[in-house]
């Protein structure tokens, strides 16, 4: 009778995966015909609504890497006080990004047809060399990121279904290809706003069903506040600001702050409709990260009460990324499978955004500049390939980093997140507000986030050379990619402003700037 059982909770779990897979097939199927044009596939015409935009905004931003990585090992560390990284993401990641960046980027990408962030440097700055240099930044760098969101699926999958973690990430590539090579953005934003919801409604359940687990909200934090943290304090784990406030704080910096340089983030805002969709893409955009993010983070903050620690490393004694695996394993059956798909969906909406923006940047800003009488239906045909290339080659490094049993989700997201933000956040939002901002300036900026990232990994999470080096100051962990990837944000404002200051524009690179900028007056001439 036990093994009935178990097979019918097997089968329920299928019955709602495959349903799932099914539907997200359909769509791309649906849009096949409806994304002809680079614009269509790419950007989905520039007409998407504001919930379309919030969602596939919002499901591009939590994926499994948030689920099962971030909320896991940060949960670990800080406790109940890592909700304060949903609660930024929200503010700074979501509300502050729409408000600042929203509006005048979609009014200047539109006027100067920028379709990728690579292309906006160029015709930004006038010049086709950052074009190139960003566009292999984005192509190298979100690699490491598309391993993360593999990672943290096969672990839950392996929890859910027994399945070997290769033929989970294998699996995934292959549907997530399927509908982004058919149906291009449009089917992606009809993904994510479905996606959206199932994330909504399963992570809604699945905080109650954890809490429940320990007696409620009330019973859970007295027993948090038993806990030791890793200085061997109780009270601590259960407070608002945690045992380590001031490592949290980098936490929050570069899971928030980073979403202003992504590519795969702001490029959601060249595809919205108008100015109105943007204000109500805020708000929807806002509510999704509160109940996402913040159901995330608050729920790994319980992590120390379903999984035992190592007591010589103090880490958990089956790796950071087992410890949301393991708090799903009492749930319901319905809910599990719920949860699967939860994840499932986060995953391939993240992975399809990522997949979108790189195979776009390479067609678009590497390939099509250096052939002669490239159609659209060639440019399509070659950006198809490329998704499928990238697929491929992020498929064999995750399947190489899970075999490590060091590899750390968390690692992955940070080297790839602080590289990107840090070479693109501060060049980007300068961009769109200074005129002054010079050529000069933006390369330091490139080469200084991806250089402050590149050397922090080879130094201290490779250990290249063996170096003694420092591990903290100050309380500040100087060893932590996620601290090194704030910073590199960090530098970046700093820089770009600084260089722009001591350097010159050209006459005719001053000219080009005000013939950019005059897409702003030409917005209010057309709404007056």
Known sequence: MHNDWELLELALRWIVLVIYLALMILIGVYYRKKSASVNDFVLGGRGIGPWFTAFAYGTSYFSAVIFVGYAGKFGWSYGVSATWVGIGNALIGSLMAWVVLGKRTRIMTKFIEAKTMPEFFEKRYNSPNLKTFSALIVFVFLIPYTASVYNGLSRLFEKGFGIPY??????????????????????????????GIIMLVGITAVVFAVLGENGGLSSSLDLMGDVKDAKGNTGTLNSLFGPDPINLIGVVILTSLGTWG????????????????????????????VVVAGGCYFLGGF???????????????????????????????????????????????????????????????????????????????????????????????????????????????????????????APFMYGLFWKGVTKAAVVACFISGVGITTVHMCLYTLKWGNLDLPQTIGGLSLASPI??????????????????????????????????FECYLTEKAEKA
Not at 166 to 193: E, H, P, R, S, W
Not at 363 to 381: A, C, F, G, Q, Y
Not at 483 to 506: E, H, Y
């Open 166 to 195: 290769k033929y989970c990430i294998i699996g995934m590539a292959v549907f997530t290809a399927i509908y982004v090579i058919l149906g291009g953005y449009k089917a992606t934003a009809l993904n994510d706003f479905i996606q």
């Open 262 to 289: 992504l590519p795969q983030m702001v490029q959601k805002f060249y595809a919205i409709k108008d100015d109105r969709s943007i204000k109500t893409g805020t708000v929807v955009s806002t509510v999704f990260a």
């Open 303 to 425: 992590g120390k009460l379903f999984m035992d620690a190592d007591p010589k490393t103090g880490n958990p004694v089956e790796g950071f990324d087992a410890i949301v695996p393991h708090m799903m394993e009492k749930l319901p059956t319905l809910l599990f499978g719920i949860v699967i798909v939860l994840v499932l969906s986060a995953s391939m909406s993240t992975l399809s955004s990522l997949v979108l923006t790189s195979s776009s940047s390479l067609t678009i800003d590497l390939i099509k500049p250096h052939v002669k009488n490239m159609n659209e239906k060639k440019e399509l045909r070659i950006m198809r390939l490329f998704i499928a290339l990238f697929l491929v080659i992020s498929v064999v490094l995750a399947i190489i980093t899970l075999e490590d049993p060091k590899t750390v989700i968390s690692t992955l997201m940070s080297i790839s997140w602080g590289a990107l933000a840090g070479a693109f956040l």
């Open 483 to 516: 601290n090194a990837g704030a910073f590199a944000m960090l530098f970046g404002l700093v820089i770009v402003p600084v260089v722009s200051l001591i350097t010159r524009q050209k006459p005719e690179d001053k000219e080009h700037t005000e013939k950019v």
